[in-house]
């Protein structure tokens, strides 16, 4: 499948005049999917009363009432196990992880239930669960409230991950999530729930595992996924201005990944440039570069590389956080040198 | 100010029939009739012979590890006996150590067998039997049953869907209450009033840790009774109990939408699992003690006070579970070996390519997996520049 740059079959165009935030957009693929399915309701800390933890839900509960938007009791484990339970006998539950950190202590229900529950049962009960909930940094938080767990989960089989960039991606893969038969990890970020971008009224499915290709170039192929897709952007700028242009590549769904379009791109401008939030070891940048040698080997002028976070625990402090993570200016120098 | 008391519990025990056989007619009266206190009977007997193939079938090579419901066979009679007679149709959410509460709600003897052969097949569950696979990993499946449950209210309360009398029983040990995800299920059901029994056969060892070393309360039950849900210690060897109670249960979940916990006290006459030898850690004479307590010889006694067991009954009764055992052993052994295909069947709802790709070609991308190395020649060479 090759990368698409513009809309494609049904889909409405990225851009227009509608702007709307983040969590908007998140919250409109969850309401009008619930208006026209009454097997989906949202359970989480904080979603009802409280309208979320970080306002994604805001109106939900007078729209639908406390029967479908569901606070819970601080217990991940617990509501985690529930919507799995749920969806086995017909529901289809959106379950909010205030962080995806917190979902840590509900591992065993969603990485050795959720995933397994359809093959260990011989194709009897699936989980329709959506996981959905902030991912990676969020800016001084510290170290235990700052997982990337896409690495860890990903390695998982039975399930699907999808990591939008932009408010356009998260409403259309947010839709193709909740209407997906089996368990996704949705996963969003707290540093971009008040980005704006136009997002078309109308309710609209983007189809997992495939990339976006945000900007066209010969000069490299640079992918990523997620909040740093926005700062290879602007390395692309920079890099722009010294004449230099690059394939930006977002994947957009880590399971299923679309490796394809990775290697239709690097063969045609021989350099790799993995942008990936995360941790250097055995990370999603690992995985894409591992891919990459596989099956495109000879076609690589230079060694694949990757711009990971340094192999530390996050870092509280301002000017150390900031120094952990990718930014535009550590990608234009991963580029350049890799020319 | 003067002290006041915060909260007080009360737990009952109820003991109907005891171990001498001894029947307590104003608790007794109203549960089972006699034709249903003989079918349970004839049941636990079926269901022990089962497991003694079983065992053997393990211990001759023909099947894996195999964990005995011995000595535990009245609570899955009595708890499973009311489901099917009160609320048939509810969901049953097993652990490992009530397969009689199993096969009385419609699951087909055979698919515990198959399991324990290794064949994953044996977790397919008919059509209109509401079972879940027996779960292995220790308690986690309760959390299951409390989402079940609250589908169940869910379906009844936003989709205006009929429940009748359903409602969800999971069923796990002592060793399983001392899980965090026990608890939360037992605060779900709680605290967003559902449907839900949760039956806990204590059975006294977690392998080969005692009650005593597991837990610092006196009962398991007053463990639920912290989440403000109703709950009931009955004699687990004990059909008459084990049914009233799980039938009251019924009625609490069904009628008042109120979860109730169950601690059903009983023993692992047997081994933990075939892989197991409980005689390096148990002493000789608690086990002994509970021999005598079997549900079987303390039924039968009953049925005979009451003449409605005889020798001859009991020798046609042994002889009908032996055929009937050795039928579902041919049937389970006589299922065709899955192939290798099969391995990538229900992944997803839907197959991916890739895993479909997998499935045809027997290996991922990974070169190792495949030492024609084909997949490398037709990436690289065919546009090599």
Known sequence: ?339 | MPKRIAYKIEIESISILDEHANFDESLGAGTLRDDEAVFLYEQMTIVRHYDEIAFKLQRSGRMGTYPQNKGQEAAAAGAGFAIKKHAPGSWLVPCYRENLALFLNGLPMEKILLHWMGDERGNQIPDGVNILPISIPIGTHPLHASGLAWSLKYRERVMKEARDNSVVISFFGDGASSEGDVHEAMNFASALKLPAIFLCQNNRWAISVPISKQMGSETVVQKACAYGMHGVQADGNDIFAMYKVTRDAIERASNDMKPTFIEAVTYRLGDHTTADDARRYRDPKEVEAWFNKDPLIRTRKYLEKKNLWSADKQTALEAKAKEMVSQIVKNAEGIAKPTSDDIFDYTFATLPDEIIRQRDTMHTHSLGQNPSQETLNAHTHAGAR
């Not at chain 1, 499915?205 to 897709?229: M, N, W």
């Open chain 1, 1 to 339: 499948m090759s990368a698409v740059m513009d809309a494609v079959g049904a889909l409405p165009p990225r851009t227009g005049d509608r702007v709307i935030q983040f969590r908007e957009a998140l919250r409109e693929a969850m309401s009008e999917e619930m208006r026209n399915d009454e097997r989906i309701f949202l359970l989480g800390e904080e979603v009802a009363q409280y309208k979320g933890a970080y306002k994604v839900s805001e109106g939900m509960l007078e729209e639908f009432g406390p029967k479908r938007i569901i606070d819970t009791p601080i217990s991940e484990n617990g509501f985690a196990g529930l919507a799995i339970g749920a969806a086995m006998y017909g529901l289809k539950p959106i379950v909010e992880f205030m962080s995806w950190s917190f979902s840590l202590v509900a591992a065993d229900q969603i990485l050795n239930n959720a995933p397994k529950m359809l093959y260990m049962s011989g194709g009897q009960w699936g989980c329709p669960a959506v996981f959905r909930g902030n991912d990676g940094a969020g800016g001084q938080l510290g170290s235990t409230h700052s997982w990337c767990v896409e690495a860890l989960y990903a390695n998982v089989p039975g399930l699907k991950m999808a990591i939008p960039s932009c408010p356009y991606d998260a409403k259309g893969l947010l839709v193709t999530a909740i209407r997906d038969p089996d368990p996704v990890f949705f996963l969003e970020s707290e540093r971009m729930l008040g980005d704006k971008a136009h997002v078309p009224e109308e309710q609209y499915a983007i189809p997992f595992g495939q990339a976006y290709k945000h900007r066209e170039g010969d000069a490299c192929t640079l992918v990523s996924f997620g909040r740093p897709v926005n700062f290879c952007l602007e390395a692309a700028d920079e890099l722009a201005t010294d004449g230099i242009e690059v394939d930006v590549l977002d994947m957009r769904t880590i399971r299923p990944l679309d490796i394809d379009s990775i290697i239709e791109s690097v063969k045609k401008t021989n350099r790799i440039v993995i942008v990936d939030q995360s941790w250097p070891f055995a990370g999603i940048a690992s995985e894409v570069m591992a891919q990459v040698c596989e099956r495109c080997f000879d076609w690589l002028d230079h060694p694949p590389v990757r711009v990971t976070t340094d192999d530390v625990p996050t870092p509280y402090s301002k000017v150390l956080e900031q120094a952990y993570l990718p930014n535009a200016g550590k990608i234009v120098k991963a580029v350049k040198g890799a020319l």
